[in-house]
């Protein structure tokens, strides 16, 4: 019976294989040489926060592998923000393992040549001092403003909470 099974399933492994290697975004990206994306991202769960990144970076580096040039702007606002700080004064003593994962993530991304913007108003809202976020993080007025902004510049708005 062992047997039986081990037959049936390397019979089917090469179909497996095969479905997965068909899988692509090619009708999505027909035509296309730039992308520009803008993703909201107000997640405060720094474990979903880290996944949100990772995907983000997934998602530039598969637009990039098809020849597209990806733009991305990531705004931050609501409980991101205080992801997005130096040091640990905004979070919980439990999360500071996860904040340095996503540090790690958000400089990784910034040399990659994402832009990454956090909003003034969220800052004030959660009594964030608008000097004590990352130096490679961009504060702006009002992060509504720049994903109005950017979506009428051709940007795809890409929410993330």
């Known amino acids: 019976m062992k047997s039986l099974l081990l037959c ?4 089917l492994a090469p179909l497996n294989i095969a479905v997965a290697a068909e899988l692509n975004n090619h009708d999505a990206l027909q035509g296309l040489t730039a992308t520009k994306a803008v ?6 769960n720094p474990n979903i926060l880290l996944l949100r990144l990772q995907l983000v970076e997934k998602t530039y580096q598969q637009l990039k592998s098809t020849g597209t040039v990806p733009k991305f ?4 606002r609501g409980g991101a923000s205080n992801f997005m700080t130096t040091g640990e004064t905004y ?3 439990e999360d500071y393992e996860q904040k340095q994962q996503i540090e790690t993530q958000l400089k990784h991304l ?11 108003i969220a800052a004030a809202l959660a ?3 608008t ?7 961009k504060v ?11 979506q009428n510049q051709g940007y795809a708005f890409v929410p993330m909470e």
Not at 39 to 44: M, P, S, V
Not at 110 to 120: D, F, K, R, T
Not at 131 to 137: Q, T
């Open 8 to 11: 049936i399933c390397l019979l």
């Open 39 to 44: 993703f909201d991202i107000n997640q405060g």
């Open 73 to 76: 702007v990531l705004t931050f």
């Open 91 to 93: 979070i919980d003593r």
């Open 110 to 120: 910034s040399e990659m040549g994402l832009n990454l913007e956090q909003c003034a």
């Open 127 to 129: 009594k964030i001092d």
């Open 131 to 137: 000097d004590d976020f990352l130096p490679y993080i």
């Open 140 to 150: 702006v007025a009002n992060g509504y403003t720049s994903l109005i902004g950017y």
